[in-house]
């Protein structure tokens, strides 16, 4: 069943039909170089067809080494960072109770900052606790994750002895090359390995991510038939039925209209961290080549209260696309007071997510009264089948709007310019030209 609907009724009026019309050619171009793989980046197109490819066996044994993780720590550390750790945190800060401290085991992140601080109080917090760590990384490079995994691989052989130590040690990376692959062949980690054709912000549905999440107690199973279940409605030229497309060919459009940014607006905090991955996913995908809209996000009614001035009344350059969920986990109402001294006495009886429905209406019609256009995402439940459903709502999304603007969305070559100067500030043996 479809669990992510989106509805841009309210882009009627800058958007019309013949608009879409004239995108017909074009997106056809997109669906085939997509369906036969003949755009840019071809060669990271795998993430396409991924959760029809995994098989019940595959998805049991990442299962399996998740239940025995289960069993075996009480901290379970992920180091990664950018497509190798954001789907694992969104998928878990989206369907798990809120407070760690809810959690059993802990999944942690490490390696997706430079910061002795966090690394020194991450120590102390593991101290006399049982802990696994799970190192990610494609190109098993990193600088991050890799100075990072050297201080908790020395932590474990000192915890636990060499031996135990690369028992708990678990490599995600690419099958065969890479430093991580060889010090995992080295030691003997257990590993698993990241698809060839499947690019780091594309890889949530990989054992990237579904080892992680499945060790943090979430159906990995369910997570991958929602992203099959979006296979089905997220393809073909009919904007009616791919919301994916349609999602993709309004970005277009907006960016046409000078609209460079697009907010994107959960009204759920659980939200949060899918925020932070979707911001990965387009940003490091379409801005490229001196284009590509900023992907930019906030969590309401929260920052209702720090960027809603901007969103209402700053530069017009700005397009909101809101995400929400239909139905919460549970309902509190307002309690009723004899004294009604906060005057809040006309709400009792209502439930917080009605409250905050009404706060999402009136957002809505504030914001376009107010000029920026919108549109609204509405997932049907915090589930893993709505999760996967988004995720791959997304990733297609992204596909279509990267290639409708002409960029290739599955590489990064800005990112190398940062690596190639810090390299060289840092001494690294051969990037001494580019200080
Ligand atoms: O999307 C990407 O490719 C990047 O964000 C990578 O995921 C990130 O740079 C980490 O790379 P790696 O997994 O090789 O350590």
Known sequence: MQKVCYDDSSLKSLISPDVYTSFADQLEAVETMLNKKTGPGNDFLGWLELPEEHSPS???????QADDARQQCDVFICVGIGGSYLGAKAAIEFLSSTFPQ????????AGHHVNSDYLKDLLSHIEGKRVIVNVISKSGTTTEPGITFRVLRKWMEDAYGQEEAARRIIATTDPEKGALRKLAER???????????VGGRFSVLTPVGLLPIAVAGIDIKELVSGAREAMKYC??????????ARYGVNR????????TIEMLAAFQPQFTFVNEWWKQLFGESEGKDRTGIFPASVVYTTDLHSMGQWMQEGLRTIFETFLRVDETRETVEVPHFEDN??????????????????AYEGTLKAHRDGGVPAATITVADRSADSLGQLFYFFEKTCAYSAYLLRVNPFN???VEAYKKNMFAFLGKPGFEDFE
């Open 58 to 64: 595959f998805l049991d044994s990442i299962q399996k």
């Open 102 to 109: 809810q959690r059993t085991p802990e999944v942690l992140f």
């Open 187 to 197: 030691n003997g980690y257990r590993t698993f390995d990241i698809p060839d054709n």
């Open 235 to 244: 393809s073909g030229t009919d904007l009616t039925t791919n919301i994916a």
């Open 252 to 259: 277009n459009c907006l960016l046409r209209e000078g609209k």
């Open 341 to 358: 001294e906060d005057n809040l006495g006309y709400l009792v009886g209502k439930s917080f997510e009605y409250v905050n429905e009404k």
């Open 412 to 414: 990064q070559p800005g």
